[in-house]
């Protein structure tokens, strides 16, 4: 993203969840604490819902169409590259005996299924994965629904879609269909799967659409509020009724989008200026290989290094991670991406993975 498509306050949000999930692994003994990390990841599948959608109205408002192939190569080489390197080491040192890590599991965290199977104790380095495979299910769909759905009835497709995601839900609670169906007691209630959790990002999807200004203090009050009764119901505290497990788990899938709303709002708030201090940026910018990375040092079985140690440890490795093979990749991509935009615009050239809607080429990306 160049400096002028900048969203502030993004980076620090990214920074406060993947410090959350750190915190959670790096001191997994104490149970709220390990059942907090969870509260991370839900902040990044709002983020991941907002931030796409954002860069497809984008693209769609200033070229009237939203191009398929330019969208799949970003997320190839924004997201494989880190992670295909993480599971290669993880591979290897499981080859060297010098750690224990279930080759199905492996085979799952490679192709993006491992939110569907029981990992267990020996899956743990790469359990991390089931929210990457979240995200890849995602990418994969949401484009695809947007565009098909028609780019300015976006939002409601996206609810629309939140209202079936919550029916299944409560449905297979209750019914169990998944399990009975494919015979998998793994599938009894599986909430980590996409078809149940997807919502997550779907709010995110909604915020997206919505331009808004709210006071500083009503943007700080709501953003602290929505962050304590996520972080209270991710720790399984119990809440004054409805006790409803459907509900619960829709709030907390909502919460993050509120979380998020209100500080962008307003940048200028006092929390968003907390967010926008370099080092909450720079750790933002490192989020997506310290997420990578953490599950090698932090928690699971075995020997295990001192808390602090290890987190200086994966920021050790986030850093070279981040520089060596995250930014280099993402520049590589450009690259292609130029030369394949160039010769689009060649006469020859066919746009077949372009889709435009031309009634909505006016369509301002955050109204």
């Known amino acids: ?113 491992i939110n569907y199977v029981d990992p267990g104790v020996d899956g743990w380095r790469v359990t991390h994965f089931w929210s990457l495979s979240v995200e890849e299910h995602f990418y994969a769909l949401w484009p695809l629904a947007l565009i098909g759905f028609g780019v300015a009835r976006g939002w409601r497709t996206a609810l629309v879609f939140i209202v079936g995601i919550i029916a299944w839900r409560a449905t297979d609670h209750y019914f169990h269909i998944l399990e009975a169906v494919f015979h998998n007691a793994n599938l009894h209630w599986n909430v980590s799967g996409t078809d149940a959790i997807a919502d997550a990002l779907l709010w995110g999807c909604v915020l997206s659409f919505f331009k808004f200004k709210l006071h500083p203090n009503v943007s700080v009050v709501i953003a602290l509020a929505a962050a304590v009764l996520l972080a209270l119901i991710t ?23 509120i979380f998020l709303g209100a500080i962008v709002s307003f940048p200028g708030s006092i929390i968003g200026r907390f967010l926008e201090l370099s080092p909450m940026r720079f750790i933002g910018h490192l989020s ?80």
């Open 1 to 113: 993203m160049t400096k002028t498509e900048h969203i502030p306050t993004l980076d620090g949000i990214r920074a406060i969840a993947i410090l959350v999930v750190m915190a959670s692994h790096a001191f997994h003994d104490n149970p709220m604490l390990a059942d907090l990390g969870h509260m991370g990841v839900m902040l990044f599948f709002a983020l991941s819902g907002y931030l796409i959608t954002t860069r497809l109205l984008a693209e769609h408002a200033k070229n009237g169409e939203i191009s398929l192939r330019r969208f799949y190569l970003r997320r190839a080489f924004r997201i494989l590259p880190p992670a295909l390197t993480y599971i290669t080491v993880v591979a290897a040192m499981t080859t060297a005996g010098i750690m224990v890590c279930g080759w199905p599991s492996l085979r799952a965290a490679l192709l993006f299924y």
């Open 235 to 257: 720790m399984h505290v119990r809440l004054p009724p409805p006790h409803n497990i459907e509900f619960v788990t829709t709030l907390e899938h909502l919460l993050p989008a």
């Open 288 to 367: 997506y290989s310290l997420y990578i990375w953490q599950q090698l040092f932090l928690g699971g079985p075995g020997p295990k290094l001192p808390a602090l140690l290890g987190i200086m440890v994966v920021f050790g490795f986030a850093y070279l991670s981040y520089h060596f093979v995250e930014q280099p990749c993402i520049s590589l991509g450009r690259k292609i991406m130029g030369k394949l935009s160039q010769a689009s615009l060649a006469p020859s050239g066919r746009k077949w993975y372009s889709i435009s809607h031309p009634s909505q080429k006016s369509l301002n990306p955050l109204v």
